[in-house]
C-alpha cells in the first residue's frame, strides 16, 4: 500500500537537504524527516498525535541555543 503525501516541505542547510513529509497511510497520520547528505539518506518517522510534543521540545532546544 502506497503511502498519500498530504504536505511536503525542503530545508536546504550547507551540504545537507532536510524533506518533511506529512503522509497518511493505513495506520494514520506520520511525520517522515529525511536528511539528505551526499547520496545518503536517513529518515526518522513521527506520529502526527505527538507533533505538538515534539515541536515543543524542538522550541525547547532552540530556546537553550538561544541563551548559549
Excluded at 6 to 26: G, H, M, P
Aim: overall charge negative; charged content about 35%.
Amino acid at each position: 500500500m502506497d503511502d498519500d503525501i498530504i504536505c511536503s516541505e525542503k530545508i536546504i542547510a550547507d551540504r545537507k537537504t532536510f524533506f518533511l513529509d506529512l503522509k497518511s497511510n493505513a495506520r494514520g497520520r506520520v511525520v517522515r524527516i529525511t536528511e539528505k547528505v551526499s547520496s545518503n539518506r536517513d529518515r526518522i518517522m513521527v506520529p502526527a498525535e505527538i507533533l505538538d510534543d515534539f515541536i515543543s521540545a524542538l522550541q525547547d532546544i532552540r530556546n537553550a541555543n538561544s541563551e548559549n
